[in-house]
C-alpha cells in the first residue's frame, strides 16, 4: 500500500487546473448506455471510480476506451446486465448506471451496494422511483433485481427522502424516464450541478427534459437518444479542497477551471471567516490572510453548503479564532476525519449530528490514516498546514477522486511525496 509523507509548512501559491468533476461523469457515462452508437466524452477525470465504473461497464460488454481524459463508450456489444459485489462495494456511484440499464435494456441486476464510513446508503428512493415508472424490483440474495415487462410509463414521483432530495437517485429516475412513455414530474429532485449536467448531457442526446437546476423535473419520455459529444463541468469539490489549501498555507492559489456559481454556498462561508478571494468568469484566486473567525456551517443538499466540503472545511475552522460549529444534515454520522484531525492537534468534540470546533494555533504533524475520499482530503489540508512531518496511510481512498493529487499541490510549492509503505 502507499502513503504520503507531508513536511507542512510551506505556503502554496501558484495556479491548478481543475480536472472534470467525478460526480457528473459517473452518471454521463452510465447515461451513454442510452444512446444508440458510440459516445464520447471530455474532461472525464483519471481517478479510481472512474476506472471501476469502465470495469464494471467491460464485464457487462460494453466497449470502452479511455485516454487523456476522453472517453469514448460503445454499449452496441452488451450481453450482461449486471454488477456483482466485488465492484460494487468499492463504488457506490455504480447505482446511477440501473436507471438507463432499465431504461434501455429493460433488466439489471445489481448488488445492494451496502454502507460506506459516511454512513447507511439506502437506495429506497431509487427503488420508490423505477417502481412508479413500472419497474418490477425484487431484491434477493443482497441484489436489486430490476425488470420491465412492458415499456416504462411516466409518472408523478415524489423524490424526497428524510435527508431531503438524492442526487443519484434523481439521475437514476430522470434516465429511466427519458425513454418512457408520456410525461413524468419528478418532485424534490435533487438540483445539483452535477444533476444539471447529466440532464444538459441527456437533451443533447434528444431527451426532453425541464426544470433542471430546480426541485422540480419535468420529462417527456421520447423513443430512442442518438450518441454525442460531450464535455463535463469542472470538479466544485476539488476546487475548495484547493481553496482552503490556499488559506491554510497562507498562500495565494489561483483556482482555475472552475464555475464560482457552483461554489455559492461555499464560497459565501469562507466570506464570513474574514478572509477574500478574487472571483473572475471561470476560477478563483485566494488572497492570504491573517487568522480567520469561526463560522457555524450546516450542511444540505444543494444549493446548500455542500457535504462533500464538510470535511475539508473541518480542518480550515481547526485554526479558527474561538468556536465554530459544523452540523452534517446530509450524511449525520460522516464525521470518520474528526479522530484524526484531533490526532494532528485539533479540538473537536462530537454531539450527535453537530462538531464543536475550538480553534487551536497549530496542527502538529503526525501518523495518521486515510479512510473516506473526502476525510483522507481533510487530512492532507491539515498535514499542509502542520509543523513537521505527517504521514498518511491507505491513500488508495484519495485516489478514487482526486486526479494527480500529488503532483498539483508539488506544482503549488507543497513538500509532499507518495511512497509505497
Ligand atoms: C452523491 O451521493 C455523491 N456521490 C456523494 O459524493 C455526495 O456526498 C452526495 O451525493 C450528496 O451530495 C456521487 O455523486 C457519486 P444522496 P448519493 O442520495 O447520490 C439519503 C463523494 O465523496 N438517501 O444525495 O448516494 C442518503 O442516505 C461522494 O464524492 C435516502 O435516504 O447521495 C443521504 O442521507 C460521497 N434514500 C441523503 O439521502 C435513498 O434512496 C443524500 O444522499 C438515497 C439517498
Redesign the pocket.
Known amino acids: 500500500m502507499e502513503k504520503f509523507i507531508i513536511e507542512g509548512g510551506a505556503k502554496l501559491s501558484g495556479t491548478v487546473r481543475i480536472s472534470g468533476s467525478?460526480?457528473?461523469a459517473?452518471?454521463i457515462i452510465s447515461a451513454s448506455l442510452l444512446a444508440e452508437g458510440k459516445t464520447v466524452l471530455h474532461n472525464i477525470p483519471d481517478v479510481k471510480?472512474i476506472k471501476t465504473l469502465i470495469r464494471i461497464l467491460e464485464y457487462m460488454g460494453v466497449k470502452v476506451r479511455f485516454e487523456r481524459n476522453t472517453l469514448e463508450v460503445d454499449p452496441s456489444g452488451i450481453y450482461r446486465y449486471t454488477a456483482p459485489y466485488e465492484f460494487v462495494s468499492t463504488?457506490?456511484?455504480s447505482?446511477?448506471l440501473l436507471g438507463p440499464l432499465l431504461a434501455k435494456y429493460g433488466q439489471a441486476r445489481f448488488s445492494m451496494?451496502g454502507g460506506?464510513l459516511?454512513?447507511?446508503?439506502?437506495?429506497?428512493?431509487?427503488?420508490?422511483g423505477l417502481k412508479k415508472l413500472g419497474v418490477e424490483v425484487l431484491i434477493e440474495e443482497g441484489y436489486i433485481v430490476g425488470k420491465t415487462p412492458r415499456k416504462l410509463k411516466g409518472s408523478n414521483i415524489f423524490l424526497g427522502?428524510?435527508?431531503?432530495?438524492?442526487?443519484?437517485?434523481?439521475?437514476n429516475i430522470m434516465c429511466a424516464a427519458t425513454m418512457a412513455k408520456g410525461e413524468t414530474l419528478i418532485e424534490f429532485a435533487?438540483s445539483?450541478p452535477?444533476i444539471v449536467d447529466l440532464a444538459m448531457f441527456l437533451k443533447k442526446m434528444g431527451a426532453r427534459i425541464y426544470g433542471e437546476g430546480s426541485h422540480c423535473l419535468r420529462i417527456e419520455g421520447v423513443k430512442n437518444l442518438k450518441s454525442v459529444e460531450y464535455s463535463i463541468i469542472p470538479d466544485r469539490?476539488e476546487a475548495g479542497t484547493y481553496i482552503l489549501a490556499g488559506y491554510l498555507t497562507r498562500g495565494s492559489i489561483n483556482v482555475k477551471n472552475v464555475v464560482p456559481g457552483h461554489l455559492f454556498s461555499f464560497l459565501d462561508k469562507i466570506e464570513e471567516t474574514g478572509v477574500s478571494f478574487k472571483s473572475r468568469k471561470n476560477s478563483i484566486e485566494t488572497v492570504p490572510s491573517g487568522r480567520w473567525r469561526s463560522v457555524d456551517v450546516i450542511t444540505l443538499?444543494?444549493p446548500g453548503f455542500?457535504?462533500?466540503l464538510q470535511a475539508q472545511m473541518m480542518t480550515y475552522l481547526s485554526l479558527a479564532e474561538g468556536i465554530s460549529t459544523v452540523t452534517e444534515k446530509?450524511?449525520?454520522e460522516?464525521f470518520i476525519h474528526v479522530a484524526e484531525l484531533n490526532r494532528l492537534g485539533a479540538n473537536i468534540n462530537l454531539d450527535g449530528a453537530k462538531a464543536i470546533i475550538k480553534g487551536v494555533d497549530r496542527f502538529k504533524g503526525s501518523k495518521t490514516m486515510a479512510s473516506?475520499?473526502?476525510a483522507s482530503a481533510a487530512i492532507v489540508l491539515a498535514g499542509l498546514a502542520a509543523e513537521g512531518e505527517t504521514e498518511i496511510s491507505r491513500i488508495y481512498h484519495l485516489d478514487?477522486?482526486y486526479e494527480n493529487f500529488e503532483q498539483k499541490l508539488v506544482a503549488l510549492g507543497a513538500k509532499i511525496k507518495r511512497i509505497k509503505s
Do not use: Q, W
Not at 118 to 128: C, E, N, T, V, Y
Open positions: 467525478k460526480n457528473a459517473l452518471p471510480d463504488m457506490r456511484g447505482i446511477c451496494p460506506c459516511i454512513g447507511a446508503r439506502p437506495i429506497d428512493l431509487h427503488i420508490k427522502g428524510n435527508f431531503g432530495s438524492s442526487v443519484l437517485a434523481t439521475a435533487a445539483e452535477e469539490i443538499p444543494y455542500p457535504t462533500d446530509v450524511f449525520p460522516r473516506d475520499l473526502r478514487r477522486g
